[in-house]
């Protein structure tokens, strides 16, 4: 099983918005609505930010949504924040593998 | 509010036996939750290395499976990581996380950095 497909970098100004895919197969991505996004900010834990494609738990802004198209996700930061600027991961549930990482992408606030 | 907890060495000799330890507070780890280890070599990606119910029923990373035991220890609620034949590849920040339903994680450790040398 081959890590999920992420950008390596993406970046915006203060105000815009960015967003970051993350692309697997039908065994992962495409097969399951459990994709998951991560942030994580340096010499830090990751932190929640979506699951399930779309859902935010509690307390992470609404700046923050997620999609779904094929065997492609998104995850859409808009009225980007310098408290922003961090690794993204994307993982997915992919059926006798429960996650698989994707190779992250660093976001930057120019 | 759960907590979770690594502990273990820091550092292992080249195939030598990786242990650590995951403390949960805040929650029952027999609750209906997976338990998991994932790991991050130092300005690298994540990686799921394996979870397990309290049922004691396991799933691990293909890519590892052949080295690595997760198990439960219900009477302190924590559970436990160990990855055998350890390499200068398997250094990395470890650390336990909980997902319900398998699907996601929602709580996280702090992480332990374990560095694998002679």
């Known amino acids: 099983q081959s890590a999920l497909t992420q950008p390596p970098s993406a970046s915006g100004s203060p105000g815009q918005s960015v967003t970051i895919s993350c692309t697997g197969t039908?065994?992962?991505?495409?097969?399951?609505?459990?994709v998951s996004w991560y942030q994580q900010h340096p010499g830090k834990v990751p932190k929640l930010m979506i699951y399930?494609?779309?859902k935010r738990p509690s307390g992470v802004p609404d700046r923050f949504s997620g999609s779904k198209s094929g065997n492609t996700a998104s995850l859409t930061v808009s009225g980007l924040q310098a408290e922003d600027e961090a690794d993204y991961y994307c993982?997915?549930?992919?059926?006798?593998?429960?996650?698989?990482f994707g190779t992250g992408t660093k976001v930057t606030v120019l | 509010q759960v907590q979770l907890q690594e502990s273990g060495p820091g550092l292992v000799k080249p195939l030598g036996t990786l242990s650590l330890t995951c403390a949960v507070s805040?929650?029952?780890?027999?609750?209906?939750?997976?338990w998991s280890w994932v790991r991050q070599p130092p300005g690298k990606g994540l990686e799921w290395i394996g979870e397990?119910?309290?049922?004691?029923?396991?799933n691990y990373n293909p890519s590892l499976k052949s080295r690595v035991t997760i198990l439960v220890d219900k009477s302190k609620n924590q559970f436990s990581l160990k990855l055998s034949s350890v390499t200068a590849a398997d250094t990395a920040v470890y650390y336990c996380?909980?997902?319900?339903?398998?699907?996601?994680?929602?709580?996280w450790g702090q992480g332990t950095l374990v560095t694998v040398s002679s």
């Open positions: 996380a909980t997902s319900p339903g398998q699907y996601y994680f929602d709580y």
């Open positions: 805040g929650d029952s780890i027999s609750s209906s939750h997976w």
């Open positions: 397990i119910y309290e049922s004691g029923s396991t």
């Open positions: 039908s065994s992962d991505v495409g097969g399951y609505n459990y």
């Open positions: 399930e494609v779309s």
């Open positions: 993982s997915s549930y992919a059926g006798s593998i429960p996650f698989v």
